[in-house]
């Protein structure tokens, strides 16, 4: 008789002791990693690893309010004022501008040059919608497939060329 009841109040005690532990043991994940280079997702730290859930956390408290500003002193406008970068937002004095704006358009420049001299090739290739054909290409189908391939390849170049043209004009 002790048997049957130590054997129903067992399972019981031991969840009763256990569950003021089970949810501390789910507050923290790991993400280690194994010998082989594998992740392994533990809640035990071991060696070096990245601590990946907290668990449950407290709601974050909200931001706060900004403090009203103060009436603008012309009174009867209505319209909003002209935003103004704060006074403490970092700075780049012009000399530095231009050379990065120097620095772009020479980049941009290069690859202006690239995809100009890439779609001279593809249009010498394509000639004129009749590219030769390839030895693999015996099936007319094949063929078409590949001179459909090379129109939209040419198309995206230039789109490409004139995307780069666009920036190169929008550079002071």
Do not use: W
Request: aromatic share 4%; net charge positive.
């Amino acid at each position: 008789m002790t048997n049957t009841v130590f054997r129903r109040v067992l399972p019981l005690l031991l969840a009763a002791l256990t569950l003021p532990l089970s949810h501390h043991a789910q507050a923290q994940i790991y993400r280690c990693v194994d010998a082989n280079g594998r992740p392994l997702y533990t809640d035990v730290r071991v060696g070096k690893c990245q601590l990946i859930d907290t668990g449950p956390s407290l709601p974050a408290s909200s931001p706060p309010i900004p403090a009203p500003r103060p009436p603008s002193s012309s009174g009867a406008s209505s319209s909003p004022a002209p935003s103004t970068s704060p006074a403490n937002f970092p700075r780049v004095d012009t000399s530095q501008q231009r050379a990065r704006d120097d620095e772009r358009r020479e980049i941009l420049g290069d690859e202006l040059r690239i995809e100009e001299k890439k779609l001279a090739d593809l249009k010498r290739v394509f000639n004129n919608g009749e590219p030769e054909r390839q030895g693999n290409e015996r099936n007319y189908a094949k063929y078409q497939e590949r001179v459909a391939s090379m129109r939209d390849e040419i198309g995206r170049t230039e789109r490409n060329i004139e995307a780069l043209r666009r920036e190169i004009g929008n550079i002071r």
